[in-house]
C-alpha cells in the first residue's frame, strides 16, 4: 500500500510524475523542496482550493477525556486544550494550509 507521504519521495525519486495528495503535505512538500515539487490544483486555485464534487472536508475535534486523573494531568490537559484554542494554533493551522471549522 502506498501511503500520502511517500507520494513525494515517489516524485523526486523519478519513479512517479505526478500524484495526489492532501493538500497541507504538498504544501509542506513545496516549501521543503521548491525545485522539486509544484501544486497543481484539481478544483480551485493555489490561493483557494475547492475539493471537486464528490471529495469531501474532514473534521477533527479535540476533547477531554473524563477519568480519575492527577491534579498534574488535569492541569496538562487543560493548557493542551487552552493552546488548541489560541489564535496562534490557529495561525500554525493557517501556515499548513488547513482552516478550523
Keep these: 500500500r502506498i501511503m500520502h507521504r511517500e507520494i513525494p519521495w515517489a516524485i523526486a525519486a523519478k519513479k512517479a510524475d505526478a500524484g495526489v495528495i492532501f ?3 504538498a504544501l509542506h512538500a513545496v516549501r521543503t523542496f521548491p525545485n522539486k515539487f509544484e501544486i497543481v490544483p484539481l478544483g480551485g ?14 473534521t477533527q475535534l479535540a476533547v477531554r477525556v473524563k477519568g480519575a486523573w492527577s491534579a498534574k494531568q488535569l492541569e496538562a490537559r487543560e493548557r493542551l486544550m487552552q493552546a488548541l484554542s489560541s489564535s496562534q494554533f490557529t495561525r500554525i493551522l493557517t501556515d499548513h494550509g488547513l482552516r478550523r471549522p
Design 45 to 58: 486555485t493555489l490561493e483557494s482550493p475547492q475539493p471537486l464534487p464528490g471529495n469531501q472536508i474532514g
Design 23 to 25: 493538500y497541507h503535505v
